[in-house]
């Protein structure tokens, strides 16, 4: 069982559309991190949200964190091609080591 | 500032041998975790080094095993190897070992055991 479920497990969009990625615990976490991973390559680091409720843009991209610190969303607005990739949320419970979820394949098709 | 480091990229092997994968924090960065990626599951955690000490150590056998070396550099081994072994290992580097802490990633180690 993972500690971070996320979902979908694969998203398949025409440019222009938007999309929202989950991703949901029963933990409690500190904060909550989220990488995109493009095909052969590592996963970079997008943005950590650390307050309950905190919203966070990124151009396109805006990220929620839960009131309750236990759930996370990324909402993609106006897809392009360039946000094709995996999704990956993580959080690290008590501070140990990080725990990712096991991500959202986004593909955007032109 | 020069990236993460992996090497080699490709391995192919077949089942009972040895393996060891090599990897290169950033300068200055002090902790290297270890990640196994298989698609469906994520990223799986290995084990974190924090000055030549292994800090933590994720759910695996004792067939993996790691160290890191005073220039912070650290190896991972994978021995008698089994075809569920076949994954993306990635290595990350941060600059302590706090829970939350940002972590870089290298372009990951891809191994085939046939």
């Known amino acids: 069982t993972q500690l971070l479920e996320q979902s979908p497990q694969f998203l398949s969009i025409q440019e222009g559309e938007n999309l929202t990625v989950y991703c949901n615990s029963s933990?409690?976490?500190?904060?909550l991190q989220w990488y995109r991973q493009e095909p052969g390559e590592g996963p970079v680091l997008l943005v950590t949200?650390?307050?309950?409720?905190e919203v966070k843009k990124l151009k396109r991209l805006t990220f929620q964190f839960g009131d309750a610190r236990k759930d996370s969303s990324l909402h993609i607005t106006a897809a392009q091609p360039g946000d094709t990739g995996l999704y990956l949320c993580?959080?690290?419970?008590?501070?140990?080591?990080?725990?990712f979820g096991a991500g959202t394949t986004v593909t955007v098709r032109a | 500032k020069a990236g993460v480091t992996q090497t080699p990229r490709y391995l192919i092997k077949t089942r009972g041998q040895q393996v060891t994968l090599s990897c290169s924090p950033i300068?200055?960065?002090?902790?290297v975790s270890w990640y196994q990626q298989t698609p469906g599951q994520g990223l799986q955690f290995l084990f974190e080094?924090?000055?030549?000490?292994?800090?933590n150590k994720g759910n695996f056998p004792g067939r993996f095993s790691g160290r890191q070396f005073s220039n912070s550099r650290s190896e991972m081994n994978v021995s008698t190897l089994e075809l569920g072994d076949s994954a993306l290992y990635l290595c990350?580097?941060?600059?302590?070992?706090?829970?939350?802490?940002?972590?870089?990633f290298g372009s990951g180690t891809q191994l085939s055991v046939l």
């Open positions: 990350a580097s941060s600059l302590t070992a706090i829970g939350n802490e940002k972590l870089f």
């Open positions: 933990s409690v976490f500190s904060s």
């Open positions: 949200v650390v307050t309950g409720g």
């Open positions: 993580a959080g690290a419970p008590h501070d140990y080591k990080l725990s």
């Open positions: 300068s200055g960065h002090r902790s």
């Open positions: 080094y924090f000055s030549e000490t292994q800090r």
